[in-house]
């Protein structure tokens, strides 16, 4: 089975006011085919900056968080994962922890293995410089 490229980003949300808008969205990812779930956790810190966190196939509230019903993996990240990504979480929020692979791109990637291509560099131009490019155009 060839794998796309694998990523992860981390969400955050000030004042623990997550609650669940993300989900259709990547609802709509999962079922294009475009991603699928590697894992996804839930982290929330509290004001003191303690740390709980919760599988999104899981939640206390018996949704995971609005996800529950998304196709996809859990238990890749374990404790050092989540409290790695907890470090840079503000006090008193939540964050979203998101692995997923770009099924888009797996057929690409095989091509570039299949040619001899090695990926040297790479990375995620920020949001508001692509705009700010793209405003100026």
Known sequence: MTIGPVEYIIIQFPGN???GEIAPALADLIE???VRIVDLVFILKDADGNVVWD?????????????????????LLNEDDILTAAEVMDPNSSAALLVWEDLWAA???AAIRNAGGELIAGGRIPHELAQLAADTL
């Open 17 to 19: 006011q997550f609650k």
């Open 55 to 75: 599988e999104y196939d899981a939640g206390e509230n018996g949704d995971g968080f609005g996800f529950a019903h998304l196709d996809g993996e859990a238990g």
């Open 32 to 34: 294009s085919k475009t």
């Open 107 to 109: 057929p690409f990637a």
